[in-house]
C-alpha cells in the first residue's frame, strides 16, 4: 500500500535536507524506480518531490 499524502509530508518535514540536494536525489530515485519497471514506487517518489517544493515555498500573507 502506498505511503498517504500525510506520511509523505511528515516525511518530509522531519528530513534534515529539503534543499535542492535532496530533490536531485528524489528525481534520481524516479528514474530507478521507472527502470525497473517499478511505477508505484516511481509514483511515490515524485510524490516526495512535491511534498519537498510545497516545504521550500515561502508562507503566504493568507490570514485564517
Sequence with gaps: MPPSDVDIHLAVHSGS???D????KAREKV???RS???????DTWLRII?????FRRPPTDAQH
Design 21 to 24: 540536494e535532496a530533490t536531485a
Design 50 to 54: 512535491v511534498a519537498l517544493g510545497t
Design 31 to 33: 528514474d530507478e524506480m
Design 17 to 19: 535536507n529539503c534543499g
Design 36 to 42: 525497473k519497471g517499478d511505477a508505484d514506487s516511481a
